[in-house]
């Protein structure tokens, strides 16, 4: 079975650009993995943001981004805001079904 | 205002059952893949399972297959997830979610507990 993994957590200033990442245990992560990218905050349903590497939602902040890098899915955070403190998950698709990395704790700090 | 509500969570015995449904609305439910996700108390995002636009595929996470059953009913706009066999590591927040539409509800809380 795969192994989904995100970086546990990251910092970033206000007005920053941060990358989280999305890693698979059985090799570079590609657009047939379809990435999705979440975010949720205490209390909260998840969010999308992004869908299948790099699309956005209407309501996805523009200053988010998901790409493939380096063999990883990747979303990108630039001009970070306090509100963006949050955990994000990414989801990636296999022959057996979906499976979740374990989440980046982002702090905005 | 597109819409998922989930119900039919609560408090089960080890061993119970139970059934959780997801009405949506706001969108054309038949044309998505629709899923369940969960989340134990404290700890990240697991999926559960999916089912295909027409009812006719089902997948299940590796961890539920044998005791979880997903089904829909395009009529009524309305996805199930059918648990059986309970355990205490089951107790979560399950949330039910069209991922290509980006649509999530607010979950419905499931507590396995004698």
Same mark, same amino acid.
């Given at each position: 079975?795969?192994?989904?993994?995100?970086?546990?957590? /990251?910092?970033?200033?206000?007005? !920053?650009?941060?990358?989280?990442? %999305?890693?698979?245990?059985?090799?570079?992560?590609?657009?047939?993995?379809?990435? +999705?990218? @979440?975010?949720?905050?205490?209390?909260? $349903?998840?969010?999308?943001?992004? +869908?299948?590497? !790099?699309?956005?939602?209407?309501?996805?902040?523009?200053?988010?981004? !998901?790409?493939?890098? !380096?063999?990883? $899915?990747?979303?990108?955070?630039?001009?970070?805001?306090?509100?963006?403190?949050?955990? &994000? +998950? %990414?989801?990636? /698709? &296999?022959?057996?079904?979906?499976? @979740?990395?374990?989440?980046?704790?982002?702090?905005? /700090? | 205002?597109? #819409?998922?509500?989930? =119900?039919?969570?609560?408090?089960?015995? *080890?061993?119970?059952?139970?059934?959780? =449904?997801?009405?949506?609305?706001?969108?054309?439910?038949?044309?998505?893949?629709?899923?369940?996700?969960? #989340?134990? *108390?404290?700890?990240?995002?697991?999926?559960?399972?999916?089912?295909?636009?027409?009812?006719?595929?089902?997948?299940?996470?590796? =961890?539920?297959?044998?005791?979880?059953?997903?089904?829909?009913?395009?009529?009524?706009?309305?996805?199930?997830? #059918?648990?059986?066999?309970?355990?205490?590591?089951?107790?979560?927040?399950?949330?039910?979610?069209?991922?290509?539409?980006?649509?999530?509800? #607010?979950?419905?809380?499931?507590?396995?507990?004698?």
């Amino acid at each position: 079975q795969a192994v989904v993994t995100q970086e546990p957590s /990251l910092t970033v200033s206000p007005g !920053g650009t941060v990358t989280l990442t %999305c890693a698979s245990s059985t090799g570079a992560v590609t657009s047939g993995h379809r990435p +999705y990218w @979440f975010q949720q905050k205490p209390g909260q $349903a998840p969010r999308t943001l992004i +869908y299948e590497t !790099g699309n956005k939602h209407s309501w996805t902040p523009a200053r988010f981004s !998901g790409s493939l890098l !380096g063999g990883k $899915a990747a979303l990108t955070l630039s001009g970070a805001q306090p509100e963006d403190e949050a955990e &994000y +998950y %990414c989801l990636l /698709l &296999y022959s057996g079904g979906w499976m @979740f990395g374990g989440g980046t704790r982002l702090t905005v /700090l | 205002e597109v #819409q998922l509500v989930e =119900s039919g969570g609560g408090l089960v015995q *080890p061993g119970g059952s139970l059934r959780l =449904s997801c009405a949506a609305s706001g969108f054309t439910f038949s044309s998505f893949w629709m899923h369940w996700v969960r #989340q134990a *108390p404290g700890k990240g995002l697991m999926w559960v399972a999916n089912v295909k636009t027409d009812g006719s595929t089902t997948n299940y996470a590796d =961890s539920v297959k044998g005791r979880f059953t997903i089904s829909r009913d395009n009529a009524k706009n309305v996805m199930y997830l #059918q648990i059986n066999s309970l355990r205490a590591e089951d107790t979560a927040v399950y949330y039910c979610t069209s991922l290509s539409a980006g649509t999530w509800g #607010q979950g419905t809380l499931v507590t396995v507990s004698s």
